[in-house]
């Protein structure tokens, strides 16, 4: 499929290809497998042929800001509803009140940088409408992290058209790798704040 999709695209009409570059990057949000940067990278080697560097920009951007806010919402609606409820069992309170704790503390950095972190893009923008960020400057940061990121992807597909199976991989080791590192972190912290708190709870003084 993703190589029909991919052949497609390069004897599309502009308007196709437009059309493709807009719905993935919303895709990939929802179900983080989607290949979308690869897609993006291809329809950057068109750029100057079939489609321009501005529109292609603007309709990765905004289809990706609109993912993000779509599973924001999610988060928003989830917290009230069921988190605090303990209806969803695979999320616990422990959880949340982490994830919570960290978005109170870099939430904002986080938010800004959050369509360079590969794999947890999805999560972090859900828990960022769990952790209730507000939605001002949230839009503005997200939508900052998402013109960045597809300026980034444009670029490289356009500087490196004829090597551009090369610089997907470099992408996706890179975003294996920075994603590993996070999870690292948060996993750390998490264990950090559990032993804080089970020796807050031995010596209560």
Known sequence: ML???????TSAPAIAVYAILF???????IFPPSPSDLIILVG??????????????????????????????LGAQ???????????????LDALDTAEKWFAKYGFIIILFNRFISGI?????FFAGVSELPLKRTIILSSISSVLWHLTLLTCGVLFARHIHKVDRMIE???IGLTILTIAVIIFA????????KKTEKNPD
């Open 23 to 29: 719905v993935f990057p919303f895709i990939e949000n």
């Open 190 to 197: 998490v264990v950090q704040n559990y032993y804080k708190k």
């Open 44 to 73: 950057a080697t068109l750029i100057g042929r079939t489609i321009d560097f501005i529109p292609a920009l603007l309709l990765t951007s905004i289809s990706s800001e609109i993912g993000f806010l779509f599973l924001y919402y």
């Open 78 to 92: 989830t917290d009230r509803k069921l988190l605090r409820a303990g209806k969803l069992k695979f999320i616990s």
């Open 121 to 125: 893009r999805s999560v972090i923008a």
């Open 173 to 175: 080791h890179y975003g």
């Open 3 to 9: 190589e029909q999709i991919l052949h497609y695209m």
